[in-house]
């Protein structure tokens, strides 16, 4: 019996570099077979998913476990961004509006500022014309300084100031301050 092992082991020894060389040999073609198996399940993969998607509209995967998951997480993510330049585009439209709307305010406001400046422009010159100019103007004996009148009243003007103050704000700052 020990001859026997004794002859195992001197026919190993002796034939070392053989036997190394066919075992990498034989690792090598298993990888290669694996590699090959899975290269034809991801084609097929591909061709299902791309059959699924044309007849159902969504992708139908035959995977189990982990990968599902993941898969599932990512195409969650994706519908969230989706979902997210959505909202963003309709905010912006909202905005670009409302900035539209208020430029066309302020203009408005402007325009009906000059045509009310013009006519009591108009008007004053308009009693110059008509007065004789015989006439001996009597000095005023009490000239009394009016305050500018405001088109809004002090609390409209108070809140519209400070609406003006929140809108001039970019629309990061004006999340924070709520």
């Given amino acids: 019996m020990f001859n026997f092992f004794d002859s195992i082991i001197q026919f190993l020894l002796d034939n070392f570099g053989l036997i190394i060389v066919l075992l990498l040999f034989i690792v090598n073609l298993g990888r290669k077979r694996n590699s090959k198996k899975q290269r034809k399940q991801r084609k097929q993969n591909n061709s299902d998913e791309k059959a699924s998607s044309s007849q159902d509209g969504s992708r139908k995967s ?14 969650q993510a994706k519908q969230k961004r989706n979902a997210n330049r959505q909202r963003n585009r309709q905010t912006e439209a909202v905005n670009q509006k409302n900035v539209a709307k208020t430029t066309q305010k302020q203009e408005q406001n402007r325009k009906q500022r000059s045509s009310a400046v013009q006519t009591s422009s108009d008007s004053f010159n308009r009693q110059q014309s008509l007065k004789p100019t015989n006439q001996v103007r009597s000095k005023k004996s009490s000239t009394k300084k009016q305050p500018k009148k405001t088109y809004l009243g002090k609390k409209n003007l108070v809140n519209a100031m400070i609406y003006k103050e929140i809108l001039d704000k970019p629309l990061s700052l004006r999340d924070e301050d709520k």
């Fill in 62 to 75: 035959n995977k189990k476990g982990a990968a599902s998951q993941m898969n599932k997480a990512t195409q």
